[in-house]
């Protein structure tokens, strides 16, 4: 039978901690987001591949406290201005650094004069990135041997536990409830990255929608042929 959809709503992720799906792959980086208030370093690292969860553990994070963000490879002493020079009272619960093996050279020294804040103050830093500190290069030997000090956190891909939370959940955002089925198919045929999932589940939910039919193994099978084959031929 048919689904009727009334709506084309847009999609709407739930990033609230009781929506993040906790398995062997993230529990110990969940840990570190969860015991915020009890972290016995003001500097935290999670670290792993591409499409882990990170930035999405990040946004978790967001919801909860105030977070101040900056990608490493725009980090300067210009924009670290602001921040430094905040009165006590306004400054943010969390500064979060996003991709640190994209660190320049000229940022190394806003990190260093950073991570020296976050130790003579209450501000806690958040470090993230797809490498840990043995792989990191620079020029700052201080800032090196800081960086190999900061207790890290090793996130992975999503396991087959992980995989199926997700998967439904990623359906459920799109105000799609989907057969247990689908899931089946879909999890030995997908990359275990959050990004690809999210691109195929967008990419099913959009074709049954455009063809007014339910989501089923035969519309999935057919269509990861055809992701596949504009990957190859694209």
Same mark, same amino acid.
Request: charged share 20%; with cysteine; glycine share 6%.
């Given at each position: ?137 620079? #020029? ?5 041997? $800081?960086?190999?000090? !900061? /207790?890290? &956190? %090793?996130?992975? @891909?999503?396991?087959? *536990? =992980? ?42 939910? #959009? ?5 007014? $039919?339910?989501?089923? !193994? /035969?519309? &999935? %099978?057919?269509? @990861?042929?055809?992701? *596949? =084959? ?5």
């Amino acid at each position: 039978m048919t689904k009727q959809l009334v709506f084309d709503l847009p999609q709407r992720t739930a990033l609230g901690r009781d929506a993040f799906l906790v398995t062997p792959s993230n529990a110990e980086a969940v840990a570190v987001i969860d015991g915020l208030s009890n972290w016995t370093s003001p500097v935290q690292w999670l670290y792993g591949p591409s499409g882990c969860g990170k930035s999405h553990l990040a946004s978790v994070l967001a919801n909860q406290v105030a977070v101040l963000a900056f990608d490493a490879s725009q980090l300067t002493e210009a924009a670290l201005a602001d921040f430094l020079g905040a009165p006590k009272g306004s400054v943010p619960d969390v500064v979060l650094i996003e991709r640190l093996e994209g660190l320049r050279q000229d940022g190394e020294e806003a990190l260093f004069h950073l991570l020296n804040h976050a130790k003579n103050s209450s501000t806690r830093l958040l470090l993230l990135s797809q490498i840990p500190a043995a792989q990191m290069t620079g #020029q700052l030997p201080d800032l090196s041997s $800081r960086l190999k000090a !900061v /207790p890290a &956190v %090793a996130m992975h @891909l999503p396991d087959d *536990a =992980l995989m199926r939370g997700l998967l439904a959940k990623l359906f459920a955002d799109r105000q799609v409830r989907i057969d247990p089925r689908v899931v089946d198919y879909l999890l030995p045929r997908i990359e275990r990255n959050f990004i690809a999932m999210g691109e195929i589940v967008a990419h099913i939910d #959009q074709v049954a929608l455009s063809e007014k $039919r339910s989501i089923t !193994v /035969p519309l &999935v %099978a057919r269509e @990861l042929d055809v992701m *596949a =084959l504009d990957k190859n031929f694209g």
